[in-house]
């Protein structure tokens, strides 16, 4: 079965400060994506940064980025320069090749302290 | 703004009756995904249609059912309303079928009292 873990259920960072948001996945697919999305208070759903699992080059967002190691299945979500606004829910998840069911992680909450 | 719109924003009703929310893709978009995400717990996927047929689905109890109609807008039916179906009811949208970024609607809410 596919799973995601976050294992940093609440996290801070000072503003203008760097972040980084753990996550860990177990899938049996070769072919699979990943994504980190955002939910600030608003509770809408926002796309932060995708990747493919079939590329070797993390995947940059202005200044998110990601380090993914396929081997240890790990995909952890760097947050550079961190502004108030990146204050939110973030969710890890993982979509299979075959069909597209996204599995999301339970999410970890960034505070951002001024 | 995803382009993903859903209504009605919010819903109110009582125990044992049955509600429709309704979910129109961004334009092109011939994927339609439906999530469940109650208070305390993370999201869960429901099920996915792909241009109007049932492509994979997820812990969707047997109360509630889906549609997509041929102008690719879907419906999620809700029957029997408990307690426990008090949630946020994200709809998704995505251009293919797999390995493509779904993208949010604003979400329904729904309280059953």
């Known amino acids: 079965a596919q799973t995601v873990t976050q294992s940093q259920p609440e996290m801070s960072v000072q503003e203008a400060e760097t972040v980084t948001l753990s996550c860990t996945y177990d899938?049996?697919?070769?072919?699979?994506?990943l994504f980190w999305y955002k939910q600030p208070p608003s509770r809408q759903m926002i796309l932060v940064i995708r990747?493919?699992?079939?590329?070797?080059q993390n995947a940059t967002e202005n200044r998110f980025s990601v380090n993914f190691q396929k081997a240890a299945k790990s995909f952890s979500l760097k947050i550079s320069d961190s502004q108030l606004g990146d204050a939110a829910m973030y969710f890890c998840a993982v979509a299979q090749g075959s069909y597209d069911k996204v599995i999301f992680g339970p999410g970890t909450s960034l505070s951002v302290i001024p | 703004d995803s382009g993903v719109t859903q209504t009605p924003k919010h819903l109110i009703t009582a125990t044992g009756q049955r509600v429709t929310l309704r979910c129109s893709p961004r334009?092109?978009?011939?994927?339609v995904y439906w999530y469940q995400q109650s208070l305390d717990q993370g999201l869960q996927f429901l099920i996915q249609?792909?241009?109007?047929?049932?492509?994979a689905k997820g812990n969707i109890l047997e109360r509630f059912s889906a549609q997509q109609f041929p102008d690719l807008h879907s419906e999620l039916n809700l029957s029997s309303l408990e307690l426990g179906d008090s949630a946020l009811y994200f709809c998704?949208?995505?251009?293919?079928?797999?390995?493509?970024?779904?993208?949010f609607g604003p979400g329904t809410r729904l309280t059953v009292l």
């Open positions: 990747q493919e699992a079939y590329k070797q």
């Open positions: 998704a949208s995505s251009l293919w079928e797999q390995g493509d970024t779904q993208y």
């Open positions: 899938t049996s697919e070769s072919d699979y994506y």
């Open positions: 249609y792909y241009n109007g047929e049932e492509r």
């Open positions: 334009s092109g978009d011939l994927s």
